[in-house]
Nanobody, 123 residues
Framework: QVQLVESGGGLVQAGGSLRLSCAASGRAFSSYSMGWFRQAPGKDREFVGQINWSGSSTYYADSVKGRFTISRDNAKNTVYLQMNSLKPEDTAVYYC????????????????WGQGTQVTVSS
C-alpha cells in the first residue's frame, strides 16, 4: 500500500514556474514508476509525464515537453514536477500516481493516486 500526497499547487501568471511535490508513504516507494496526470474542468484526465523507479528515465507528453521536468528522491520518498513557462492551458488539478507494473501513459494501469493539487495559470 502506498499513500500519496501532492503539494505545491497555486496561482501563477503565464510564463511563471511552480514545483509540485508528491510525498509517498508506505512500502517500497523506490520500486514504483511514478506518473503525473492532470485534469481540467470538463476534460478527461491527461497524462503529463512519468519517471522510472531509479529516476534514470523520463517521458513527457508533447504538450509539456521542454517545459516540465520530473525528478525523484527515493531517500525522501518524493517525486517532483518542475513546471516552467506555464500557460493558461496548463490550468488543471495535478495528480501523482504510482505504477507497480512498469511503464505506462495509461491512467488505468496506475495502482495508487494522490488527492490532487490545483494549478491555475492566469493570462
Amino acid at each position: 500500500q502506498v499513500q500519496l500526497v501532492e503539494s505545491g499547487g497555486g496561482l501563477v501568471q503565464a510564463g511563471g514556474s511552480l514545483r509540485l511535490s508528491c510525498a509517498a508513504s508506505g512500502r517500497a516507494f523506490s520500486s514504483y514508476s511514478m506518473g503525473w496526470f492532470r485534469q481540467a474542468p470538463g476534460k478527461d484526465r491527461e497524462f503529463v509525464g512519468q519517471i522510472n523507479w531509479s529516476g534514470s528515465s523520463t517521458y513527457y507528453a508533447d504538450s509539456v515537453k521542454g517545459r516540465f521536468t520530473i525528478s525523484r528522491d527515493n531517500a525522501k520518498n518524493t517525486v517532483y514536477l518542475q513546471m516552467n513557462s506555464l500557460k493558461p492551458e496548463d490550468t488543471a488539478v495535478y495528480y501523482c500516481a504510482a505504477d507497480s507494473r512498469g511503464w505506462s501513459t495509461n491512467a488505468r494501469t496506475y495502482d495508487y493516486w494522490g488527492q490532487g493539487t490545483q494549478v491555475t495559470v492566469s493570462s
